[in-house]
């Protein structure tokens, strides 16, 4: 069984920053692929930021320049760290982690972008 618990969403005002933490945990020990993705009211989800085992990363083209996906320091941890945020970042942000085909979800963290 896996568990997958986001961390650190809250409101921030528009030009803000706030930092994501992941950490997935569970029978499965490396997970080779983690991500976010995101929902916003009335669309549907969407992959904000990936990163691979090996590092590579990729981008939402929304995202590229203000967003940074990094591994954590423990174990199938990700951290999503998110600058100049503008309204449209608004949303409940999931973490994915992904492995041999499955991916498993988190319950989400809400992020607001409002003054």
């Known amino acids: 069984q896996v568990q997958v618990v986001e961390s650190g969403g809250g409101l921030v005002q528009p030009g803000g920053s706030l930092r994501l933490s992941c950490a997935a945990s569970?029978?499965?020990?490396?997970?080779?692929?983690m991500g976010w993705y995101r929902q916003a009211p009335g669309k549907e989800r969407e992959l904000v930021a990936r990163i691979i085992s090996g590092g590579g990363t990729n981008y939402a083209d929304s995202v590229k320049g203000r967003f940074t996906i990094s591994r954590g320091n423990a174990k199938n941890t990700v951290d999503l760290q998110m600058n100049s945020l503008n309204a449209e970042d608004t949303g409940v942000y999931y973490c994915n982690a992904a492995w041999s085909g499955s991916g498993y979800w988190g319950k989400g963290t809400l992020v607001t972008v409002s003054t």
């Open positions: 569970g029978s499965i020990f490396s997970f080779p692929a």
